[in-house]
């Protein structure tokens, strides 16, 4: 698995969890080994700009999915799943912050970063949060994901809470 992590954002992140666990998602839905991902960190600023431009929404957000070749999780019959460009996973560390300090499990920085780099790899693969059950369904695969990456890591405790916008 090709991973690249770029931090743009001038705040010190823990890179090597953001890779381990984006490598750990990807694993864990089946996505080819040969398959690239890049997780890029920016600013309030940058986000800003980038929110704007693409959500037309103002103000900086958590995080950012940008698709190239939309591959999907292979069904369980398949035998080989498509490689491909996955695309971008965005991240802000500023918003990340104010997340976890308001989260009902008050959490670091680092630990809702990782949450919200599974919640980008998700989008990144389909999945989407707008419908009820759409929401269950990727929460719930979300949490499955990080549970089960903390507990490789030897991280005991409930994962943070979903505070994705």
């Known amino acids: 698995m ?8 001038g705040t010190e992140v823990d890179e090597r969890a953001i890779l381990d666990i984006a490598r750990y998602a990807l694993a864990r839905m089946r996505i080819h080994p040969l398959s690239e991902l890049s997780v890029i960190v920016v600013d309030a600023d940058a986000m800003e700009q980038l929110h704007l ?10 995080v950012m999915s940008f698709p190239m070749d939309e591959l999907r999780p292979p069904s369980k ?16 560390p500023e918003v990340a912050t104010r997340q976890a300090k308001e989260a009902s499990t008050q959490h670091t920085m680092d630990e809702e970063l990782q949450l919200l780099t ?14 009820p059950d759409e929401k269950v369904e ?21 994962s943070p809470a979903p505070t994705v916008s």
């Open 2 to 9: 090709s991973i690249d992590v770029n931090n743009e954002s």
């Open 53 to 62: 431009q693409w959500m037309d929404l103002p103000g900086p957000t958590d």
């Open 77 to 92: 019959d398949d035998d080989e799943p498509p490689q491909g460009l996955l695309g971008d996973v965005v991240l802000c």
């Open 118 to 131: 599974v919640h980008g790899v998700l989008h990144l693969l389909g999945y989407d949060h707008e419908e």
């Open 138 to 158: 990727m929460f719930g695969l979300q949490s499955a994901i990080v549970d089960g990456w903390r507990a490789e890591q030897g991280v005991s405790g409930p």
